[in-house]
């Protein structure tokens, strides 16, 4: 039956659907590991008891909130962008049929830490008055295009040989390919190295100082997870550090983009009807609202866990005992007294709390020996 139609038979080969990438894989994996963690303590929080539900929901999602900004702003194209609509040539090749022929597109470039991302998409930018009649009309021009010189991060020589970086590599490639032209007009920019003319081995240098930082602030961020658990004053201080350590980063990428050796001329890339002028993104804004938020809330944290631990170790959930070193010393020295500095003595050493991890399947601790002697030398006197 599979081969009553066909005047030769033979395998069935359809050709490739090719869709444009609308969005980063990585960026969206990130982002479902993370949701998919949120969603799942959503599937807890019945079971836990009502007064400690508020508490804890803001302790998750916050966590989730901060490691999530900080992976996907590691790994996203957005530190340095702009978007022009314009018109422009399509084909990078003269002698092709039409190639003269201009289009009008919204053309984007987007700037990571290991790579740019090149965006050109047809649409009516109204610069004619008239309604735009598309020259090409069997083809989506749709176009979603990235260039790394990450992995690896050596600048490599001048050139397109087998020497050069790997950003020049890949645009020596697409150019062979016939990518876009206005996509080659806007990488080209990055391949000059001399001169005032540095604008790759800046956005390079940037992203290698930029992307070290974020790998040692998440590093910091797990390791406050874990001292969270345990101790709220030393997790305070690690999530300072690390809202210092993102601070430091948005500074060093601003720095050497606007700064840098030998790079006084900013980039600016002409079309004819605009001029992309790149300016910094969600990327860049995400990372410094994260660690503002971290050093803010870290700060706050550890003044309220000096004055009232009371209330960090309900919102840590967390439990606080008599600090029991003191103890033997106040029962025998009430002993000898009489009584009354025992009191004194033991209602001032309440007040000096030690913050203790127990057992969260119980409700209750079991019985000091300390506490229930002092307790009958109280009742004595």
């Known amino acids: 039956m599979g081969n009553a139609f066909r005047q030769h038979p033979g395998p069935a080969i359809y050709a490739p659907n090719q869709t444009p990438v609308t969005d980063d894989l990585l960026e969206v994996g990130l982002l479902v590991a993370f949701g998919m963690i949120g969603f799942s303590f959503l599937l807890i929080i019945p079971g836990i008891r009502s007064f400690e539900r508020g508490w804890a929901i803001i302790r998750v999602f916050v966590t989730l909130f901060i490691g999530a ?12 962008t702009d978007t022009i609509c314009t018109r422009t040539q399509y084909k990078p090749y003269v002698n092709l049929p039409n190639a003269s022929q201009e289009i009008q597109a919204q053309v984007g470039l987007h700037i990571g830490l290991r790579g740019i991302n090149v965006t050109l998409r047809e649409m009516d930018c109204g610069v004619e008055g008239t309604p735009y009649e598309r020259p090409f009309l069997r083809e989506v021009i749709n176009y979603n295009e990235q260039f790394f010189w990450a992995d690896p991060w050596r600048q490599g020589r001048f050139g397109f040989g087998r020497y ?3 950003f020049a590599q890949t645009f020596r490639a697409d150019e062979f390919r016939g990518t876009p032209y206005p996509i080659l ?10 001169e005032g003319l540095r604008w790759g081995r800046k956005f390079r240098q940037a992203g290698w100082y930029t992307h070290i930082f974020m790998w040692l602030a998440f590093a910091l961020y797990l390791v406050s997870i874990l001292l969270f658990v345990n101790t709220i004053h030393h997790g305070a201080l690690l999530m300072l550090y690390m809202g210092l350590v993102l601070c430091l980063a948005v500074f060093t ?11 006084s001329i900013k980039m600016k890339i002409p079309f004819q009807d605009g001029v992309i002028d790149p300016q910094f993104g969600w990327s860049w804004w995400l990372t410094l609202a994260t660690g503002v938020f971290s050093v803010i809330a870290s700060v706050f944290i550890l003044i309220l866990n000096a004055t009232r631990p009371d209330l ?8 606080y005992v008599i600090d029991e070193e003191f103890v033997p010393s106040a029962i025998e020295e009430s002993a000898e007294d009489g009584g009354p ?3 004194t003595r033991s209602n001032r050493k309440t007040k000096t709390l030690r913050r203790t991890r127990i057992n969260r399947g119980t409700t209750r601790k079991n019985p000091d020996p300390f506490s229930i002697a002092l307790k009958d030398v109280s009742q004595a006197a």
């Open 341 to 343: 500095l025992l009191r």
């Open 253 to 263: 990428y601003g720095n050497v983009i606007l700064n840098g050796v030998n790079n």
């Open 164 to 166: 050069a970086g790997r």
């Open 312 to 319: 960090t170790a309900v919102f840590f959930h967390h439990t």
């Open 185 to 194: 007009w806007v990488a080209e920019y990055f391949t000059f190295d001399g």
């Open 69 to 80: 900004s900080i992976l996907v702003s590691n790994f996203g194209y957005d530190w340095y």
